[in-house]
C-alpha cells in the first residue's frame, strides 16, 4: 500500500519562481490536508479539503493555493515563491468523519527558496 | 479550539519505560485523544487513540485521567527507535472541516543507549 505519496521529495527554488507540490492518497480518503514544519517547529496547516469539492484556509495559508483535483489528489501551488515558504511541507489525508481513526502522513517535500 | 500542553523535551534510558505527560484542560466530551510521533526526517505517524478508556496496541499505552483533563503516553521499553517528537492532540470534528489534527509543539525524547 502506497499510503500518501508527495512528490517531489526535494526542491530548490528562486524567489518570485512558482512550483506546484503534488499529494496522491489511495485510501479513499475524503479528508485532505497540508501542513507546512519550520525547523524545530510543530506542523502548521495550510489549507485543508474536508471533502472532494470543498477547500479552505488554515492557519497560514497566504502565499498559497490549492485544487483538489479528484478524490485522490490535492495540490498546492506557490505562485511566487519568497524566502519565507523555505520549510518542509507534509500532506495528510483522513476520513470525514471517524474521529477514531488514524491520519496518514506522506513523507514530506523539503523546500528551500533562495 | 482545545489545545494541549506537553513538556518540551524528556529523556530515557534503553530499555526503561517512558510515561509522556499531556494535559488537555478545555477538552470536550466529544474529543478524541490522539498521539502521533514524528521521527527525524519523516513525516508524522499515528501512534494511538483514545476517547475514555485506556488503550493499549502493540506499539503503546494510552492513560486517560477519569476527568480526562490529562493523558499519558506510555512506552513500556524505550527503544533508540524511539528517539521522536510525539505529539499529543485532541481530534475534534466540525460540519465544515472534517476531522482535524491541530498540532502543538510535541515533547522531544531522547533516548539513551
Known amino acids: 500500500n502506497a499510503g500518501v505519496t508527495q512528490t517531489p521529495k526535494f526542491q530548490v527554488l528562486k524567489t518570485g519562481q512558482s512550483m506546484t507540490l503534488q499529494c496522491a492518497q489511495d485510501m479513499n480518503h475524503n479528508s485532505m490536508y497540508w501542513y507546512r514544519q519550520d525547523p524545530g517547529m510543530g506542523l502548521r496547516l495550510i489549507y485543508y479539503?474536508?471533502?472532494?469539492?470543498?477547500?479552505d484556509k488554515g492557519e497560514v495559508p497566504n502565499g498559497y493555493n490549492v485544487s483538489r483535483l479528484n478524490k485522490r489528489e490535492f495540490s498546492l501551488r506557490l505562485e511566487s515563491a519568497a524566502p519565507s515558504q523555505t520549510s518542509v511541507y507534509f500532506c495528510?489525508?483522513?476520513?470525514?468523519?471517524?474521529?477514531?481513526?488514524?491520519?496518514?502522513f506522506g513523507q514530506g517535500t523539503r523546500l528551500t527558496v533562495v | 479550539d482545545a489545545k494541549t500542553t506537553q513538556p518540551n523535551s524528556m529523556e530515557s534510558n534503553e530499555e526503561e519505560p517512558v510515561h509522556l505527560p499531556c494535559n488537555h484542560s478545555t477538552i470536550s466530551g466529544t474529543d478524541y485523544i490522539h498521539w502521533y510521533r514524528q521521527l527525524p526526517s519523516q513525516g508524522p505517524e499515528y501512534v494511538i487513540h483514545?476517547?475514555?478508556s485506556n488503550v493499549n496496541n502493540r506499539m503503546a499505552s494510552l492513560a486517560i485521567a477519569e476527568d480526562r483533563k490529562s493523558s499519558t503516553l506510555i512506552l513500556h521499553r524505550a527503544t533508540l527507535r524511539d528517539a521522536a517528537v510525539y505529539y499529543c492532540?485532541?481530534?475534534?470534528?466540525?460540519?465544515?472541516?472534517?476531522?482535524?489534527?491541530?498540532f502543538g509543539g510535541g515533547t522531544r525524547l531522547m533516548v539513551k543507549p
Open positions: 495528510a489525508s483522513s476520513t470525514y468523519r471517524g474521529l477514531g481513526t488514524e491520519a496518514f
Open positions: 483514545g476517547l475514555t
Open positions: 479539503s474536508a471533502s472532494e469539492g470543498t477547500t
Open positions: 492532540i485532541l481530534r475534534v470534528f466540525s460540519n465544515n472541516a472534517g476531522n482535524m489534527l491541530t
